[in-house]
């Protein structure tokens, strides 16, 4: 059973930094990229960072120059470092990772960014 853990996430001023990490762990699953999401009430979820173990990286224009993906192949953890936190980046974030047919999910975890 594949099971996405998190950590991090919490409450932040303007400007201010949160880190959010999440792990992979309960199965041999082997993702290709893993990332983020985050969801305010009454909105859709968007996608904020994708990390791929080909290397690559992408971003929500939003959050581009502010936050930072990280990859780790071998423990299956990626990690999601926010800086310059502005209000608008307050939200439940979603871990997730796939493979080239599934798509597991975290349990989310808030993000609050005071002004």
């Known amino acids: 059973q594949v099971q996405l853990v998190e950590s991090g996430g919490g409450l932040a001023q303007t400007g201010g930094s949160l880190s959010l990490s999440c792990v992979v762990s309960g199965s041999a699953f082997r993702p290709n990229a893993m990332g983020w999401y985050r969801q305010v009430p009454g909105k859709s979820r968007d996608l904020v960072a994708t990390?791929?173990?080909?290397?690559?990286?992408s971003y929500l224009d939003s959050v581009k120059g502010r936050f930072t993906i990280s990859l780790d192949n071998v423990k299956n953890t990626v990690t999601l470092q926010m800086d310059n936190l502005a209000p608008e980046d307050t939200a439940v974030y979603y871990c997730?990772?796939?493979?080239?047919?599934?798509?597991?999910w975290g349990q989310g975890t808030q993000v609050t960014v005071s002004s």
């Open positions: 990390a791929r173990t080909s290397g690559t990286t």
């Open positions: 997730y990772a796939m493979d080239s047919s599934t798509k597991y």
